[in-house]
Every structure is written in C-alpha cells, then in structure tokens.
C-alpha cells in the first residue's frame, strides 16, 4: 500500500540548534515529493518539489534533500518565525493512468527563543 | 495576488442543514480539489476537477458534491451535514496535474452540532 510518513510528530528546538525531519515514503513510481509549511489557522503553503534521488533544493534556512526511500528537510540555526507544522506529499501514478497525491500527517515545530 | 480564496472561513451547522462552500482562484489553473484535514490524519482528497464542467471523486466523496461551472471557481455542497463532517476544509489548485505543487486556500473551519 502507497504510504508516507513522517517523523517526528513534534519537534521542539532552541533557536539556533539545527536538525532534520524525515518523510519516508512507500510508492509505485514516484513522480515528485513535495514539502509544504503550514502556520496554524493557514493553508498549505508550498516550500518545494524534489523529482529524481539525490536532488536537493535550498530556501533561506531549509534545504530538503531525496533519496530512494526517504526525504530530509534540514533547518540550519532555526529562527522562532520557522515554527510550523512541515507537510511532505508525494505524486504517484494510479492504476487508472492519472496521478495522485499523498500527504502525510506532518510534524510539529516550535522553536523557542 | 489573491490566489485561492475561500468563503466563508468558518461556519456551525446543525445536522441535518446543507450548506456550499465556495473556492476562487486568479491563476487561471485548470486544476482544482477540495481535501479535507482531520487531526492526526494527512490531508484527503474529496473531490477535483481538471477543467471547466469536469469533477471526478477523490477519496473520501461520500455525503459531498461540487460542481465547476466557471473555471475560477469550484463549489464544494454538503446536502445533509453529519457530525463526521466536522472538519477543516482546504481548496487548492494547480497547474498541471500538481506536478508543480499545489496552491491552497487559507480554509473553513466547519462544525457540525
């Protein structure tokens, strides 16, 4: 069955202190992973799209890597603004011919001053 | 630059009432979904539309209908609220098939009494 988690579930760290959240994921052909942050009360807002293993993009303090079987999303010296929860989705096709979306539940992140 | 955006953002219904829930987008997308977000589950798929007069069912269809009948807007009903409707609901669209990512509304929060 097609999965994704993510790990852990909440994550509290101190401003500056660095660390990674996981997104394993169990798919048929993947054909994207997508991170997105959500601020409580807020939609979904996209951060990026990772396609082939060994990808990895940047944006300001949050670098998301890809391999094989697993997703990092790394956040180097954390602000208090970065407090979220990190949403990681993933595009795989269906048996149909079409694509679908699979979210998992997220992770927690607070991060104090 | 409104992007997606949902009305109205919160709403109490008694069981039993219906209700519609509108979502517009700017961006001239041809993608459209309606999901659905419950504590401790990922986001899950209601219904999509992939243009103008199209939806289709998405994973959790049942006690919902939508209906596209311009292509910024996507109308999500509920006929006969339960309380297992109780939920936070999200709009996106997209362009493409999602290959890009998703773009998402800010949210209703509803709740059924």
């Known amino acids: 069955e097609d999965q994704v988690t993510q790990s852990p579930e909440a994550l509290r760290l101190q401003e500056g202190e660095s660390s990674s959240l996981n997104c394993s994921y169990t798919?048929?052909?993947?054909?994207?992973l997508f991170w997105y942050r959500q601020d409580p009360g807020k939609g979904p807002e996209f951060l990026f799209t990772?396609?082939?293993a060994g990808e990895e993009k940047e944006k300001e303090r949050l670098k998301a890597t890809l391999t094989k079987k697993e997703s990092f999303l790394h956040i180097t010296a954390p602000k208090p603004e970065d407090s979220a929860t990190y949403l990681c989705a993933v595009q795989a096709p269906t048996t149909s011919g079409t694509y679908k979306y699979i979210f998992g539940t997220g992770t927690r992140l607070k991060v104090l001053a | 630059n409104a992007g997606v955006t949902q009305t109205p953002k919160f709403r109490v219904l008694k069981t039993g009432q219906s209700m519609t829930l509108l979502c517009a987008q700017d961006?001239?997308?041809?993608?459209m979904y309606w999901y659905r977000q419950d504590p401790g589950m990922g986001l899950r798929l209601i219904h999509y539309s992939v243009g103008e007069g199209t939806t289709a069912k998405g994973e959790v269809p049942d006690g919902y209908n939508v209906s596209r009948l311009k292509k910024q807007n996507f109308l999500l009903g509920l006929e006969s609220a339960a309380p297992s409707q109780t939920s936070v609901y999200f709009c996106?669209?997209?362009?493409?098939?999602?290959?890009?990512?998703?773009?998402f509304g800010s949210g209703t929060r509803l709740t059924v009494v």
């Open positions: 961006m001239n997308h041809e993608y």
């Open positions: 990772l396609y082939s």
């Open positions: 996106a669209s997209s362009y493409l098939d999602g290959f890009y990512g998703y773009t």
């Open positions: 798919v048929s052909g993947l054909r994207g």
